[in-house]
């Protein structure tokens, strides 16, 4: 299964097909949530790294965007994840037909600021009003790309937004792309609440490329298609 590709529609629904079946044919029982969790961990070697108690605090969860697994795994942290998605995947009705089980999928159009104004408008009234624990995962860079090439105007101002409307933490991760063969690192930072309307979004930048860079060993480099290793500046198209 090649990490290094973007999939939508008809592609999505006989992708998730072949990613279950692997799962099946390694004796996971996929209509069981923690077998499916313990299995998708297993097949992907997930190691966390400096993962904080999701039981004890209410997290935004912002993580670079390396391939479509990522959510796949990272939804998976928590019982209770909003994930903020792109539209494509939340219409796609074969796709959610298994995806709804275990994820809870916001869709926007990414470019639509009124989509993205909707969405954090719900997030907030989430993040404030439900029940603890709970917690929303974005990926700030919006689209599948590398964090060492994104320009700074490319990442999501939501996410601080979302933690100064709402007082809860961002917790920064950084993801190692998702490998059947090698392990799959998920290093958690420190996390940090933003208080004031100033740009921040080169503090999360920095934190991801601290954590990738302190990994021993070094993280792989992630194999990217040639669109998502091209669209790291604003105006580029989104995948």
Same mark, same amino acid.
Do not use: C
């Given at each position: 299964?090649? %990490?290094?590709?973007?999939?939508?529609?008809?592609?999505?629904? %006989?992708?998730?097909?072949?990613?279950?079946?692997?799962?099946?044919?390694?004796?996971?029982?996929?209509?069981?949530?923690?077998? +499916?969790?313990?299995?998708?961990?297993?097949?992907?070697?997930?190691?966390?790294?400096?993962?904080?108690?999701?039981? #004890?605090?209410?997290?935004?969860? $912002?993580?670079?965007?390396? #391939?479509?697994?990522? $959510?796949?795994?990272?939804?998976?942290?928590?019982?209770?994840?909003?994930?903020?998605?792109?539209?494509?995947?939340?219409?796609?009705?074969?796709?959610?037909?298994?995806? #709804?089980? +275990?994820?809870?999928?916001?869709?926007?159009?990414?470019?639509?600021s009124g989509d993205m104004t909707k969405?954090?408008?719900?997030l907030t009234k989430y993040l404030k009003? $439900? $029940?603890? =624990?709970?917690?929303?995962?974005?990926?700030?860079?919006? *689209?599948?790309?590398?964090?060492?090439?994104?320009?700074?105007?490319?990442? +999501?101002?939501?996410?601080?937004?979302?933690?100064?409307?709402?007082?809860?933490?961002?917790?920064?991760?950084?993801?190692?792309?998702?490998?059947? *063969?090698?392990?799959?690192?998920?290093?958690?930072?420190?996390?940090?609440?933003?208080?004031?309307?100033?740009?921040?979004?080169?503090?999360?930048?920095?934190?991801?490329?601290?954590?990738?860079? *302190?990994?021993? =060993?070094?993280?792989?480099?992630?194999?990217?298609?040639?669109?998502?290793? %091209? %669209?790291?500046?604003?105006?580029?198209?989104?995948?």
């Open positions: 299964m090649d %990490n290094s590709l973007s999939f939508s529609g008809e592609d999505a629904a %006989n992708y998730l097909k072949v990613f279950l079946q692997k799962l099946v044919d390694l004796g996971v029982d996929i209509n069981n949530r923690e077998d +499916y969790k313990k299995g998708v961990f297993e097949l992907f070697h997930v190691e966390l790294v400096n993962m904080p108690d999701l039981d #004890s605090n209410d997290y935004i969860l $912002a993580s670079n965007h390396v #391939s479509d697994f990522d $959510a796949v795994i990272l939804g998976l942290l928590h019982d209770r994840i909003r994930i903020l998605s792109k539209k494509e995947w939340v219409d796609n009705e074969k796709l959610m037909s298994f995806v #709804s089980k +275990y994820y809870e999928l916001i869709g926007v159009n990414r470019n639509s969405a954090l408008i719900d009003n $439900a $029940a603890s =624990p709970k917690h929303v995962l974005i990926f700030p860079q919006g *689209t599948i790309s590398d964090i060492n090439r994104n320009s700074i105007d490319r990442i +999501y101002h939501g996410i601080f937004s979302l933690s100064y409307l709402t007082q809860k933490p961002i917790l920064p991760i950084y993801l190692e792309q998702p490998s059947m *063969t090698d392990r799959t690192r998920v290093v958690f930072g420190k996390a940090f609440v933003i208080n004031d309307k100033e740009d921040h979004r080169h503090e999360w930048l920095e934190a991801l490329k601290h954590m990738q860079n *302190t990994l021993d =060993p070094l993280p792989r480099t992630p194999i990217l298609s040639y669109k998502h290793q %091209n %669209n790291n500046k604003l105006g580029d198209p989104f995948f």
